[in-house]
């Protein structure tokens, strides 16, 4: 990860499980400007495709994917 990424808005989804996540991130990521990155921590395993599969259909920018401690965490930059 680039650690001077700034991170503009994070989510915490973390115990919500499919299709919520992916629900939650959409309804917060449209009310970002584009190019604002956006970091989501999420427990649901499915998640771990869900997000990005979502994110790439609708354009998004996949910056990072990564386990931590006891959760999923995503980078994303809004289109």
Do not use: Y
């Not at 427990?43 to 609708?58: F, G, L, Y």
């Amino acid at each position: 990860m680039n650690f001077f990424l700034k991170i503009d808005q994070s989510l915490d989804v973390k115990g919500l499980v499919c299709p919520i996540p992916v629900l939650k991130t959409k309804q917060f990521i449209s009310k970002m400007e584009s190019g604002q990155v956006l970091e989501i921590s999420a427990t649901d395993p499915a998640s771990k495709e869900d997000i990005p599969a979502w994110a790439n259909r609708v354009g998004h920018e996949i910056i990072e994917v990564k386990e931590e401690d006891n959760h999923l965490k995503f980078i994303l930059r809004k289109k």
